[in-house]
């Protein structure tokens, strides 16, 4: 029997979009924004967050993005995200930016990050969700790395709460 808590595949939630770059997206040395480009990552991840549960969703945090090269107004540029790990109420989001050269055709990784989001229930809190299954080389090897991930979010999150009532003391 399936219910909303059944199993799924990674690939149910896969979102690509591509993008052109265009002048008002870039910065002083004419390459891509890193604002916009951190924008249109969680959009699409925020999309396969909601594919993969079907309910409405937050963003919890964002590990990092890594700019690993500058993108040019010559080139597109392909957004690809999906759910690569569950918890409870928690999915981690991998998302891999793509650069591809319009003229050259050669492509190469912009841009990675992972994102986590929890699913709310109408009450706005944190509500169960489906776990996923990897069948793809890639999807095995990013669900197997989850649980480190999940870790080190957990011990950041303590941490940034700690920050925080420090710093609250000070403007409170
Ligand atoms: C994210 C949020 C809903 C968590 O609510 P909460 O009442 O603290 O819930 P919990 O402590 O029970 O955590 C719920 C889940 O989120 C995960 N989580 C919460 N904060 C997290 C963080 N900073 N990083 C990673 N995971 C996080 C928990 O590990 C838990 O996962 P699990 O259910 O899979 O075990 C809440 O902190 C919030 O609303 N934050 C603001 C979100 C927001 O405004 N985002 C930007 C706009 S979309």
Redesign the pocket.
Known sequence: MTTELTKRPCSDSRVIQTNRVLPLDTNNLDTLFGGKLMSSIDIVASISAAKHCRSEC????MDSVDFLKPIRQTEAVHLESFVTY?????MEVFVKVIAEHLITGESKVAATSFI?F?S?DENG??KKVPAVYPETEEEKYLFHSAEDRMKV??N??KL?TYLAEQIEKYHF
């Open positions: 937050v963003t919890a945090s569950t918890g409870s109420s928690s986590t929890v709310l809190k944190p979010r957990k950041r999150r940034s």
